[in-house]
């Protein structure tokens, strides 16, 4: 008898990192601009404030991507030059997702900048839930290697 696969809410991570040739500044300017994602995240359509808040907490974002999905972003928490979270609260299969990025100092010419999200899936199998982890990391290794380029140019 082949035993029936149910499908349940998972949890799970994501966490990657990445060393940046550039003055902690320069990368800050570029992430804390939360609607400037066409320029460095993968597949991205364009991106639109919801809000008139445009940096720290309240700020909304809408991000179109080219595959036509929109996810709505909400800055919940913020400190300038070192951080920003966000929850996404539509357009994913997901329940929660929140994610920090963060950056550190390495020296003057050097940040350590690391994207860390945490994740409970809609009713998915094991299978699906892991495939998805293995796709929102290679995203992120993507966009962040993208930005470092932009970035170091």
Known sequence: MKKKIGKSFHTGTVKKSIIIKASNQKVWRKISNIIGLPSWLIDVKKTIYLSK???GVGAIREITFNGGNTIEEHVVDWKNGKYFTYVATDGLPLRAYVATISIQSKNKNSVQLTWQSYINSKKMTENEFLEFLVFMGTFYEAS?????????K
């Open 53 to 55: 808040k445009k940096r």
């Open 144 to 152: 962040l290697a993208n930005l470092k380029n932009s970035l170091e």
